[in-house]
């Protein structure tokens, strides 16, 4: 469905070309013979869109983009507009967007509405272009454009079908908010035109759309654990599915060719809603509309043995419905069908036998059916009070871990993924819950390290994979980048044939996928052996190993937020503990959803109280139970608890009036942070490398107005008191003795070529973090300085910066450590790509920070660390100092700089 619905606004491209009145600003003479060779070739795209046409169609436009007429620049680029239009049919991207881009270039200085509906439509394309390539940032960028002029023209369906096209685009990278503003917008138009005005396509992409959101916006509450909210949304999302499919229904009964994959779609998705609904809210009325989906499908069929992925994703659900209203033995009966149609025979289902490896069409499904697997044992034990359930449902999550870890790898592209990668959350979710249950039934530390080693599973499983792999190749470097470029041109042909949507090939790529990491598994070589442990075999990291790691004055604190489980787990040397947290009503993720608006919108009104409240809710516990020597804590964040600079949490109940002298976390503890506790290990063991300079200091320059019209040069406000203390920085470096490098307007190739030779890198710069998807955040250098770059590092680049060795990265400026928060991922930012890129620690902002504040803590932070004190002292002491010289001075000044990674020093006493 979603593949179809993003190729819906092809169907209207030419739809304001052949719409064109005679108030023109600026009448053109067009050239009728070219002019009417590209009309008719527009017009058979139209007809048969989903298809190439054949050269014979094409014959005149092609002659007339060779041998263009002088003085025809619309017909010109309306010819160019046909040929991108037919590259782009041919899956031809590249070439689609150069001829387009051409195109555009012949009408800027032309004035007409000829000119406007064409550049609209050529816009129009490009989106759609790197819609498919899911480049969503330019994407969006070339939508605006087209939105605008649509506008312009009073093209009202055509505005419609873009605003319904950048809402998929936002739901494809979770931006929930933005993609809600669109669909408004888009319904404010359609209320405002008479029933005939716009097309039932247009009208019923806009309903399809308020579904997704729904379903979208349900699915964001469900993995804080929200529940009242995401009832809410769920509800208005199952009405909304079932208006849509009472107006499909007789369409496609009228006319099935045309609608009955809309209709089966529509039903599809309320399918799954409604798995969702019951997965996470155990929803009653469930079981009779699941039978209504299953009767469509044609199931079930007992005595076949087809495999139907989806018809055993519906057959999940049914077990599902079944086991929730207390019919056990039904229930295992359906699931035990559902699996055979995933291609997996299980006859001994309540003993769990293991899962095998081969790729099936859907592996979510798979892992939807594992979860519900797991449902059923847990729901035996419940009725029975037998352990052996539990120990079964236990043995079914470890079996679907080699599922899960396979899907990770065969991961090609990343919106693709999305679906799988929510199933996946829910099922290492309710893999924890059931562990947690065994360890509360026989407290021991075997048991509590499985639950230990479960919830690490589920915590930025992409940055573990990256450090192991540079821990590996540090010593074997050239042999194994042999074989990483081997596995890179597997996973390419594998998207590339992914995209082409040859199955038969993705089915032979990934056979040969898992017989190359089978060999390695298998190799007697040291330099193979090396890479499958370093790149594919995830060694768990045991408690014990942890506690013999530590000294008397650190404690982890590790925390896990998923749907329907909130753990902390507290490890000290001496102690070992999990704590329970709070989650039956979502006040947690309410409370710091509260605390992080009154950070970035400096209204502290609410501050102390909310400061307050989390610190009960998620770490007082956790506090109480710490040793006295305790001094420094490592937090592990998770849910909604990521992209907070937890130091500012109140450790006592504010008074009336607000207290003079408040209380915070910073007063009492030094404060690092890690994405997971076995990032955490891993950073402190890596190696340091000699370096060209101590430190490198690069700041941007800044003009006014250089953010316009550019998607990615999200802010150009001049970085004044930046640039003063850069100089200090630099200054205080070169007086220790230390060799420095200082760029004053570093331009992007300048930074990526000085950048690997620097011990320290720090960066006084705008972030931006408004793009759409975050291989697009990027840090915005001086523009013009260079002629081959953009001015803008985006994440993307950043990872494939050698930066290993890199002890330490500053990031002085704003929202380096803000993005989307994905479960089993964490936060995507700035300061992620470069813990990816090689570096062990970073100083990075959580929120929009201010000059001033930022720039005195960042220089007395390196006056601390100069002077021999690790890295979370020196940035506990600057913040501490700053606060005893601004004693007014609010949360929002002193803490968005936090320390992520390790905090051992740099310097000796």
């Given at each position: 469905?979603r593949r179809l619905?993003?190729l819906l606004?092809l169907?209207?491209l030419g739809w304001a070309?052949c719409n064109?009145?005679?108030?023109d600003?600026?009448?053109?003479?067009?050239?009728p013979?070219?002019?009417r060779?590209c009309?008719?070739?527009?017009?058979?795209?139209?007809?048969?869109?989903?298809?190439p046409?054949?050269?014979?169609?094409?014959a005149?436009?092609v002659e007339?983009?060779?041998q263009?007429p002088?003085?025809?620049?619309e017909?010109?680029?309306?010819?160019?507009y046909?040929?991108?239009?037919?590259?782009s049919?041919?899956?031809d991207?590249?070439?689609?967007?150069?001829?387009?881009l051409q195109?555009?270039?012949?009408l800027?200085n032309r004035r007409n509405?000829?000119?406007?509906s064409?550049?609209?439509?050529?816009?129009?394309?490009l989106?759609i272009?790197?819609?498919l390539?899911?480049?969503?940032t330019?994407?969006?960028?070339f939508?605006?454009?087209?939105?605008?002029?649509y506008?312009?023209?009073?093209a009202?369906?055509s505005l419609?079908?873009?605003?319904?096209n950048?809402?998929?685009c936002?739901?494809q990278?979770g931006d929930?908010?933005?993609?809600?503003?669109?669909?408004?917008?888009?319904?404010?138009?359609?209320?405002d035109?008479a029933?005939?005005?716009l097309?039932?396509?247009?009208?019923?992409?806009?309903?399809n759309?308020?579904?997704?959101?729904?379903?979208?916006?349900g699915?964001?509450?469900?993995?804080v654990?929200?529940?009242e909210?995401a009832?809410?949304?769920?509800?208005?999302?199952l009405?909304?599915?079932d208006?849509?499919?009472a107006?499909?229904?007789?369409?496609?009964?009228?006319a099935?060719q045309?609608?009955m994959?809309?209709?089966a779609?529509?039903?599809?998705?309320r399918g799954?809603?409604?798995?969702k609904m019951v997965?996470?809210?155990?929803v009653p009325?469930?079981?009779q509309q699941?039978?209504?989906?299953l009767e469509?499908?044609?199931?079930?069929?007992w005595?076949?043995a087809?495999?139907?992925?989806v018809?055993?994703y519906?057959?999940?659900?049914?077990a599902?419905?079944?086991?929730l209203e207390g019919d056990?033995d039904?229930?295992?009966r359906?699931?035990?069908?559902s699996?055979q149609?995933?291609g997996y025979?299980n006859?001994r289902?309540l003993e769990s036998?293991?899962?095998?490896?081969?790729?099936v069409?859907r592996?979510?499904y798979?892992?939807t059916?594992?979860?519900?697997?797991?449902l059923?044992?847990n729901?035996?034990?419940?009725?029975?009070?037998?352990?052996?359930?539990?120990d079964a449902?236990?043995?079914n999550?470890q079996?679907?871990?080699?599922?899960?870890?396979s899907t990770?790898i065969?991961?090609v592209?990343?919106?693709?993924?999305?679906?799988?990668?929510r199933?996946?959350?829910h099922?290492?979710?309710?893999?924890?819950?059931?562990?947690?249950?065994l360890?509360?039934?026989?407290?021991?530390?075997?048991r509590?390290d499985?639950l230990?080693q479960?919830?690490e599973?589920?915590?930025?499983?992409?940055?573990?994979?990256?450090v192991f792999?540079?821990l590996g190749f540090m010593?074997?470097?050239?042999?194994m980048q042999?074989l990483?470029?081997?596995?890179?041109?597997l996973?390419r042909?594998l998207?590339?044939?992914k995209?082409?949507e040859?199955?038969?090939s993705v089915l032979?790529?990934?056979a040969?996928?898992?017989?190359?990491?089978e060999?390695?598994r298998?190799s007697k070589?040291?330099?193979r052996?090396?890479?499958?442990r370093e790149r594919?075999?995830?060694t768990?990291?045991?408690l014990?190993?942890l506690?013999?790691?530590?000294?008397?004055?650190?404690a982890i604190?590790s925390?896990?937020h998923?749907p329907g489980?909130?753990l902390?787990f507290?490890?000290?040397?001496?102690?070992?503990?999990?704590?329970?947290l709070p989650?039956?009503?979502?006040?947690?993720?309410a409370?710091?959803?509260?605390?992080?608006a009154?950070l970035?919108?400096?209204?502290?009104?609410t501050?102390?109280?909310?400061a307050?409240?989390?610190?009960?809710?998620a770490f007082?516990?956790?506090?109480?139970?710490?040793?006295?020597?305790?001094?420094?804590?490592?937090?592990v964040?998770?849910g909604?608890l990521?992209?907070?600079?937890?130091?500012?949490?109140?450790?006592?109940?504010?008074e009336?009036?607000?207290?003079?002298?408040?209380?915070y976390?910073?007063d009492e503890?030094w404060a690092?942070?890690?994405p997971?506790v076995s990032?955490?290990?891993?950073?402190?063991?890596l190696p340091?490398?000699k370096?060209k300079f101590?430190?490198?200091?690069f700041?941007?320059a800044?003009?006014s107005?250089?953010?316009?019209?550019?998607?990615?040069?999200?802010?150009?406000?001049?970085l004044e008191t930046?640039?003063?203390y850069s100089e200090?920085?630099h200054?205080?470096f070169?007086?220790?003795?230390?060799?420095?490098h200082r760029?004053?307007s570093?331009?992007e190739?300048?930074?990526?070529?000085?950048?690997?030779?620097?011990?320290i890198?720090?960066?006084?710069?705008h972030?931006?973090?408004?793009?759409s998807?975050?291989?697009?955040?990027?840090?915005?250098?001086?523009?013009?300085?260079?002629?081959?770059?953009d001015?803008?590092?985006?994440?993307?680049?950043?990872l494939s910066?050698?930066?290993?060795?890199?002890?330490?990265?500053?990031?002085?400026m704003?929202?380096?450590?803000t993005?989307?928060?994905?479960?089993g991922?964490?936060?995507?930012?700035?300061?992620?790509a470069?813990?990816i890129?090689?570096c062990?620690?970073l100083?990075?902002?959580t929120?929009?920070?201010r000059?001033a504040?930022?720039?005195?803590?960042?220089y007395e932070?390196?006056?601390?660390?100069?002077?021999?004190?690790p890295k979370?002292v020196?940035?506990g002491?600057?913040?501490r100092?700053y606060?005893?010289e601004h004693?007014?001075?609010e949360p929002a000044?002193?803490?968005p700089?936090?320390?992520?990674g390790?905090?051992?020093?740099?310097?000796?006493?």
């Amino acid at each position: 469905m979603r593949r179809l619905y993003m190729l819906l606004p092809l169907a209207l491209l030419g739809w304001a070309s052949c719409n064109e009145d005679s108030n023109d600003e600026e009448s053109p003479q067009l050239s009728p013979p070219e002019e009417r060779c590209c009309r008719e070739a527009l017009k058979q795209f139209e007809e048969d869109q989903m298809n190439p046409q054949p050269d014979s169609a094409i014959a005149c436009v092609v002659e007339a983009v060779e041998q263009p007429p002088a003085g025809y620049p619309e017909t010109n680029a309306r010819c160019l507009y046909a040929l991108g239009f037919q590259e782009s049919t041919e899956l031809d991207y590249e070439r689609s967007n150069s001829l387009l881009l051409q195109a555009e270039a012949l009408l800027v200085n032309r004035r007409n509405r000829i000119r406007d509906s064409l550049l609209a439509d050529i816009y129009n394309l490009l989106s759609i272009n790197y819609q498919l390539q899911f480049e969503y940032t330019r994407t969006l960028a070339f939508s605006d454009k087209a939105e605008t002029l649509y506008r312009r023209l009073g093209a009202w369906e055509s505005l419609v079908d873009e605003l319904n096209n950048q809402a998929v685009c936002y739901l494809q990278v979770g931006d929930v908010q933005a993609a809600e503003a669109k669909v408004s917008r888009a319904e404010s138009i359609i209320s405002d035109k008479a029933e005939g005005a716009l097309s039932e396509l247009t009208r019923l992409n806009l309903e399809n759309n308020k579904l997704l959101l729904a379903i979208r916006s349900g699915d964001e509450y469900v993995a804080v654990h929200w529940q009242e909210k995401a009832i809410e949304k769920y509800g208005k999302a199952l009405v909304t599915a079932d208006s849509l499919l009472a107006k499909l229904q007789p369409l496609a009964e009228a006319a099935p060719q045309q609608w009955m994959p809309y209709f089966a779609g529509a039903q599809f998705s309320r399918g799954t809603l409604l798995s969702k609904m019951v997965d996470s809210l155990g929803v009653p009325p469930f079981r009779q509309q699941v039978e209504r989906v299953l009767e469509l499908a044609g199931e079930p069929a007992w005595d076949t043995a087809i495999i139907h992925p989806v018809r055993g994703y519906i057959l999940t659900m049914m077990a599902k419905a079944l086991a929730l209203e207390g019919d056990l033995d039904n229930a295992a009966r359906h699931l035990k069908l559902s699996l055979q149609r995933l291609g997996y025979s299980n006859a001994r289902l309540l003993e769990s036998p293991a899962v095998q490896m081969d790729l099936v069409p859907r592996q979510d499904y798979l892992l939807t059916a594992l979860q519900v697997k797991g449902l059923l044992l847990n729901l035996y034990h419940t009725t029975t009070n037998d352990q052996q359930f539990l120990d079964a449902a236990m043995r079914n999550y470890q079996q679907g871990m080699i599922c899960l870890d396979s899907t990770r790898i065969l991961q090609v592209d990343d919106a693709a993924a999305e679906g799988a990668r929510r199933v996946a959350n829910h099922f290492l979710a309710d893999a924890i819950r059931t562990a947690y249950k065994l360890y509360q039934l026989a407290p021991d530390e075997e048991r509590l390290d499985r639950l230990f080693q479960l919830t690490e599973a589920s915590k930025s499983y992409t940055v573990r994979q990256a450090v192991f792999r540079r821990l590996g190749f540090m010593e074997l470097e050239s042999e194994m980048q042999e074989l990483l470029q081997y596995e890179q041109r597997l996973k390419r042909k594998l998207q590339y044939y992914k995209q082409k949507e040859w199955p038969d090939s993705v089915l032979y790529t990934t056979a040969q996928y898992k017989a190359f990491i089978e060999r390695l598994r298998s190799s007697k070589d040291p330099v193979r052996q090396s890479y499958y442990r370093e790149r594919f075999s995830n060694t768990p990291l045991s408690l014990q190993q942890l506690r013999h790691s530590l000294d008397d004055t650190t404690a982890i604190l590790s925390f896990v937020h998923a749907p329907g489980i909130g753990l902390c787990f507290v490890v000290t040397a001496d102690e070992l503990d999990v704590l329970e947290l709070p989650m039956e009503d979502g006040r947690i993720a309410a409370t710091a959803t509260a605390l992080k608006a009154n950070l970035q919108s400096g209204s502290m009104a609410t501050f102390p109280q909310n400061a307050h409240r989390l610190y009960k809710l998620a770490f007082s516990e956790a506090i109480k139970r710490l040793p006295e020597a305790i001094q420094r804590l490592v937090i592990v964040p998770d849910g909604a608890l990521h992209g907070l600079p937890l130091e500012c949490l109140l450790t006592k109940r504010p008074e009336e009036p607000a207290q003079s002298n408040p209380s915070y976390l910073l007063d009492e503890y030094w404060a690092s942070y890690a994405p997971s506790v076995s990032i955490y290990q891993t950073l402190r063991k890596l190696p340091p490398k000699k370096k060209k300079f101590e430190i490198g200091v690069f700041l941007s320059a800044y003009e006014s107005g250089e953010a316009a019209g550019n998607p990615l040069r999200c802010d150009d406000r001049p970085l004044e008191t930046m640039a003063r203390y850069s100089e200090d920085v630099h200054q205080l470096f070169t007086r220790k003795g230390h060799p420095s490098h200082r760029e004053n307007s570093a331009g992007e190739a300048s930074f990526k070529s000085r950048a690997r030779h620097c011990r320290i890198l720090h960066l006084s710069a705008h972030g931006c973090a408004n793009a759409s998807l975050p291989k697009d955040y990027a840090i915005l250098f001086t523009l013009g300085k260079d002629q081959v770059e953009d001015g803008s590092l985006q994440a993307g680049e950043i990872l494939s910066l050698r930066l290993d060795g890199t002890e330490l990265v500053v990031l002085s400026m704003c929202d380096t450590h803000t993005g989307i928060n994905r479960p089993g991922e964490g936060l995507l930012s700035l300061a992620r790509a470069f813990s990816i890129a090689g570096c062990s620690s970073l100083l990075a902002s959580t929120i929009k920070s201010r000059q001033a504040p930022t720039a005195a803590i960042t220089y007395e932070f390196y006056r601390q660390l100069l002077a021999g004190k690790p890295k979370d002292v020196a940035l506990g002491l600057a913040k501490r100092q700053y606060r005893k010289e601004h004693p007014e001075a609010e949360p929002a000044e002193w803490s968005p700089l936090i320390l992520i990674g390790g905090h051992k020093p740099l310097y000796s006493l």
